[in-house]
């Protein structure tokens, strides 16, 4: 039987993507007590990346918040691979988002309200979070955007 998140999912249309192998000499998350760190998740979806390049540059905000959502999805997915039900989760603790910026772009807050309003969407309440939205010059693989997070959930 299908938990309340994985019925606002389906509610949505959202298939969670497969839950990404690291790229490098890190693992995917880390549980400490009754916290999930979630490594930094870029524009991967079914295998292939997506949205590469820079906001400013190559990507207007509104695609730059879709990058966003991505990685927000791909945080969730490693979330689910590491607690198994979302319904566990009790609050979203913390997004650090990095925006792969044009010199004199700044509507990284705007970029990063993609990944913001998902996570809303998704656990309503519990999703509302602190945040980091940050201008970068460069992301790995040449992504527009990668989000790490922070997720609290009960047993």
């Known amino acids: 039987m299908a938990g309340k998140i994985d019925a606002q999912l389906a509610k949505l249309g959202i298939t969670l993507p497969a839950a990404t192998a690291p790229v490098a000499n ?7 007590n009754n916290l999930v ?3 930094g998740q870029i524009t991967m979806e079914n295998g292939e990346l997506k949205f590469v390049g820079k906001l400013g540059k ?3 905000v509104e ?6 959502r991505l990685c927000a999805l791909n945080l969730i997915a490693q979330l689910k691979s590491a607690i198994g039900d979302l319904d566990k989760v009790t609050r ?10 044009a010199p004199d ?3 990284q807050p705007k970029v990063v309200n993609g990944a913001s309003d998902t996570m809303v969407e998704i656990f309503g309440d519990l999703g509302k979070h602190a945040r980091s939205a940050v201008g970068v010059a460069s992301l790995p693989l040449g992504v527009a955007v ?3 997070g922070i997720f609290e959930f009960a047993d």
């Open 58 to 60: 190559d990507f207007d």
């Open 146 to 148: 990668e989000i790490d």
């Open 37 to 39: 760190h979630i490594s």
């Open 92 to 101: 979203v603790v913390k997004l650090n988002a990095f925006v792969n910026s």
């Open 63 to 68: 695609t730059g918040q879709k990058a966003a």
């Open 26 to 32: 890190y693992v995917p998350y880390i549980v400490s």
């Open 105 to 107: 772009f700044t509507d």
